[in-house]
C-alpha cells in the first residue's frame, strides 16, 4: 500500500478506541456495530436481545450489554460496564428507536406518545450524559444519533407525529451538546435516514403498494439498505470528521432534495 493511501485510510481507523452501538440487535446498529469493530474499534452491543447480542459480541469480540433503554436504571448500568469490562466509551452510536403507534396525530395514544420520546430522545440524551466523564477524561470524542428524514420533512401516508417529533428532538439535542461540548473536543453529530428495509420497515417493503411508493417518492434507483446507512456513521465517528460538529447529515437517497 502507498504512502498516501495509507495516510487517508488512517483518518478512519478506530484502532484503540471503545464504541458503545444501541439498537445492535438487529438493523441498523448491527451494522454500524460489525463496522466500527472492522475500523479497529472495541464494540459494546446494547439491545434487550441477549441471544442476538450474544452471537454479535462474540463475531466483534466485543461486549453484550442488555439493556432496556425505556428504562434509566438500567441506562446507569452502560457506561461503567462498558469502562470496566471494555475501557472508557470515547464513541457513542444511538441507533436504536421505534414507533409505538401508527394512528394518525390527533388520536395518538399517551402511551404510545411517552414511550417514543423515551426510547428516541430520553436514552440517547442519558447516555450522551452518561458517557460525557469519559470523554472529556479522554480528551474527546463522537456521538451520533440516529434519527430520520421524518424528523425533517412530513411523509405524506405514513402518520407519525411523535416519531417525527422525537427525531427532529434529536437535532436539537445534537446542536445544544455540540456547542456545549465543543471545548472538550466531544463531537456530536445526527445521520437522518431515508427508508431502509428492517425489522420496523419489513411490511412496507413486503407490500407491492409499499415498494411503489418508496420507488416514486426515491431518486436514486436502488433500495436503500442499512449498509447504505454506516459510511455517514462511521465517518462521523472518527478523525476523518474531527472538524464536523453539530450536523444532520441526511442520508436517503434523495427522498428530500426534491
Ligand atoms: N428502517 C428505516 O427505514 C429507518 C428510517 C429512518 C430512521 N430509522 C431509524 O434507524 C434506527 C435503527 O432502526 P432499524 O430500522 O435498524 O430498526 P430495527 O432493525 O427494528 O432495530 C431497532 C433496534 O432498537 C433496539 N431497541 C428497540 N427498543 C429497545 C429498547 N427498549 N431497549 C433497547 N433496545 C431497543 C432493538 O433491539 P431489541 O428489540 O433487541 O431491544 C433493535 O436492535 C432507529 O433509530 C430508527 O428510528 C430507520
Excluded at 504512502?3 to 441498523?28: H, I, Q
Excluded at 434529536?170 to 445526527?190: C, D, F, K, M, P
Amino acid at each position: 500500500m502507498s504512502a498516501d493511501r495509507d495516510t487517508a485510510l488512517r483518518l478512519f481507523d478506530l484502532t484503540g478506541r471503545v464504541a458503545v452501538v444501541t439498537g445492535a440487535s438487529s438493523g441498523l446498529g448491527a451494522a454500524v456495530a460489525e463496522a466500527l469493530a472492522g475500523l479497529g474499534a472495541r464494540v459494546a452491543v446494547l439491545a434487550r436481545r441477549a441471544d442476538r447480542l450474544t452471537e454479535l459480541a462474540a463475531r466483534v469480540d466485543g461486549l453484550a450489554v442488555v439493556c432496556d433503554l425505556a428504562d434509566p436504571e438500567q441506562i446507569a448500568i452502560v457506561a461503567p460496564t462498558v469502562a470496566e469490562q471494555l475501557g472508557p466509551p470515547t464513541i457513542l452510536v444511538n441507533a436504536a428507536g421505534n414507533r409505538f403507534t401508527t394512528e394518525r396525530a390527533e388520536d395518538e395514544p399517551l402511551d404510545a406518545v411517552q414511550r417514543t420520546l423515551g426510547l428516541n430522545l430520553l436514552a440517547p440524551l442519558l447516555l450522551a450524559q452518561a458517557v460525557f466523564p469519559h470523554m472529556r477524561a479522554a480528551g474527546g470524542g463522537s456521538v451520533v444519533n440516529v434519527s430520520s428524514i421524518s424528523g425533517r420533512v412530513g411523509i405524506p401516508g405514513i402518520p407519525q407525529a411523535s416519531y417525527a417529533a422525537s427525531k427532529a428532538g434529536l437535532s436539537g439535542l445534537t446542536t445544544e451538546l455540540a456547542v456545549q461540548w465543543a471545548r472538550h473536543s466531544i463531537r456530536v453529530n445526527t445521520v437522518a435516514p431515508g427508508f431502509f428495509r428492517s425489522e420496523i420497515t419489513d411490511s412496507l417493503y413486503d407490500s407491492p403498494r409499499g415498494v411503489e411508493y418508496l420507488r416514486r417518492n426515491t431518486p436514486l434507483p436502488s433500495e436503500g439498505t442499512a449498509r447504505d446507512m454506516v459510511g455517514a456513521i462511521t465517518w462521523l465517528s472518527g478523525d476523518a470528521a474531527r472538524y464536523v460538529t453539530g450536523q444532520t447529515i441526511v442520508v436517503d437517497g434523495g427522498w428530500t432534495a426534491r
